[in-house]
């Protein structure tokens, strides 16, 4: 089978990180509590930062948010490592910048994820993702964001939403944790 991966807050866990180096670099303690609660992709509201310093801070920051111990979901690494054991191919498709594209896919592989370079999909727009998941006739995709998932409804490829806070509003097939992977494939 093909099955095919958006990689921040499906695979790891970027925005909790950034959450605590916005903390660190604010010097603030925002409570984790606080973070659960957040139902906005973007963090910035929760240390009272308007949208454009948001988004300015994020963006200075997106080489330390991305490259440094960011932390894979758990069981994420193993439960892809096992997909290529047992013979299937796996696909990566994420939307980070394209300047970040080689950087991403050699982190993703020195975390140990299984990359094939030429199964890895980098700095794409939404419609270029799911032009993407279309072209490639992917059997499963995942992914945290509604936008991209809800426009894949008509096709055979089957979706799954990974839980997050700010995607509580979507009924779709959801995965909260990668040890449920199994029990999905034999669905």
């Known amino acids: 089978m093909k099955f095919g991966f958006d990689i921040d807050d499906t695979l790891i866990n970027l925005r909790e990180h950034a959450f605590h180096l916005y903390n660190k670099k604010l010097n603030q303690n925002i409570g984790i ?24 801070m994020w963006v200075s920051l997106m080489e330390e948010i991305y490259f440094t111990d960011c932390p894979a979901f758990e069981g994420a690494i193993e439960t892809l490592q096992q997909l290529i054991k047992d013979g299937h191919e796996i696909f990566y498709i994420t939307s980070r ?10 982190w993703m592989k020195a975390q140990g994820f ?16 799911i032009a993407t998941i279309k072209e490639l006739e992917l059997d499963f995709y995942f992914d945290d964001k509604p ?8 096709v055979a490829t089957k979706v799954y939403i990974m839980d997050q806070s700010y995607n509580q509003h979507v009924d779709l097939p959801r995965m909260k944790q990668w040890s449920e992977l199994e029990k ?3 669905k």
């Open 33 to 56: 509590e606080v973070f659960r609660s957040i139902n906005t992709v973007e963090i910035h509201e929760a240390f009272g930062l308007e949208k454009e310093v948001g988004n300015a």
């Open 97 to 106: 910048p394209k300047k970040y594209c080689t950087q991403t896919r050699e």
């Open 114 to 129: 299984p990359v094939q370079d030429h199964h890895f999909y980098c700095g794409m727009q939404d419609d270029e993702k």
């Open 147 to 154: 936008a991209v998932l809800e426009t894949l409804l008509e």
């Open 184 to 186: 999905i494939i034999i």
